[in-house]
């Protein structure tokens, strides 16, 4: 059973940082890409960010965010700094078999329950 749980939400204010984490367990963790995606209120899903399995390869559509993985550990990482309060969503994590640099949502195979994050100005 493929089992994605994201942690690291919270509420921060504008211009703070926070590090969310993702740990997967139920397969082969390094050699799944691995996708972030994040769902404010009334919007659809948007992509924010991949890492390719092996971590040497990532891309992010946000210059404040980077995305990193452990797979020693089963775990991704989104570093997210100068957060701003149009950042504020439920932030989830999502794994993928091939390419890394897929931005949607059908992409993507098994999902997180997801954490939110919340930015106040």
């Known amino acids: 059973q493929v089992q994605l749980v994201e942690s690291g939400g919270g509420l921060v204010q504008a211009g703070g940082s926070l590090r969310l984490s993702c740990a997967s367990s139920?397969?082969?963790?390094?050699?799944?890409?691995m996708g972030w995606f994040r769902q404010a209120p009334e919007k659809e899903r948007e992509f924010v960010g991949a890492?390719?399995?092996?971590?040497g390869n990532t891309y992010s559509v946000e210059g404040r965010f980077t995305i990193s993985r452990d797979n020693a550990k089963n775990t991704v990482y989104l570093q997210m700094n100068s957060l701003k309060p149009e950042d504020t969503a439920v932030y989830y994590c999502?794994?993928?078999?091939?390419?890394?640099?897929?931005?949607?949502?059908?992409?993507?195979?098994?999902w997180g329950q997801g954490t939110q994050v919340t930015v106040s100005s």
């Open positions: 999502a794994d993928k078999m091939g390419r890394y640099d897929r931005q949607e949502v059908a992409d993507y195979d098994y």
């Open positions: 139920g397969r082969a963790f390094s050699t799944y890409a």
């Open positions: 890492i390719s399995w092996t971590g």
